[in-house]
C-alpha cells in the first residue's frame, strides 16, 4: 500500500495549478461524485486559502472539517493523507500520542493529495469525505489520472 500510494504521488504531477485549476479539478471531482450519487464535500485549498469547496446533495458539515483535518495533514506533511496515516501505521506510531498532529488539528485517513507542481513542490491539496476512506481517495486519484491526461494544458493551468 505504502509503494502504491507513492507511485501515485510521483506520477501524479502538475505543470502548474492556478485558480482557475482549482476550479476545474474540483467541479469535474464533484461532477463525478454527483453522477455516482455520493454525497460528498470536494475541497481544494493553500495554507489559509479555499480554492474550491462544494458540499454535494446528502454531505453534512461534519464532512467538510474532515476535508479540512486531511488537507492540513498534505499541507504540513507533503504527502498524501493515505501515505502519510499508512507510514505512521506501519511504524505503530501515533503521532498525536506526543502532541504531534493533533487529532483536533489533523486526520490521518485517506482522502486529501498534493497537488504537485514540477519544479515547484506542493502548492495545495485536494480533499473529498464522504465515501469510505478509501473510497474518497479513489475518487481523487482516479479524476487526477484522467485530468492530468487532457492534452490542452490551458485546461490544466
Do not use: N
Not at 469535474?28 to 474550491?52: M, N, Q, W
Request: net charge negative.
Amino acid at each position: 500500500t505504502i509503494a502504491t500510494y507513492r507511485e501515485q504521488e510521483e506520477a501524479l504531477v502538475f505543470m502548474g495549478f492556478d485558480q482557475a485549476a482549482a476550479w476545474s479539478l474540483g467541479s469535474r471531482i464533484a461532477e463525478k461524485a454527483l453522477a455516482a450519487g455520493h454525497g460528498v464535500v470536494v475541497d481544494i485549498r493553500r495554507p489559509g486559502f479555499v480554492l474550491f469547496t462544494a458540499a454535494l446533495p446528502g454531505s453534512t458539515p461534519d464532512q467538510a472539517v474532515w476535508a479540512a483535518k486531511k488537507a492540513a495533514v498534505v499541507l504540513r506533511l507533503e504527502k498524501s493523507s493515505a501515505l502519510a496515516a499508512a507510514q505512521f501505521e506501519a511504524k505503530d506510531f501515533d503521532p498525536s500520542s506526543i502532541g504531534w498532529l493533533s487529532k483536533e488539528e489533523y486526520a490521518l485517513t485517506p482522502g486529501s493529495f498534493p497537488i504537485r507542481v514540477q519544479g515547484v513542490g506542493v502548492v495545495a491539496a485536494v480533499s473529498v469525505s464522504g465515501l469510505s476512506s478509501e473510497g474518497d481517495h479513489g475518487l481523487i486519484v482516479d479524476t487526477l489520472r484522467e485530468w492530468l491526461a487532457i492534452p490542452d494544458a490551458e485546461a490544466r493551468g
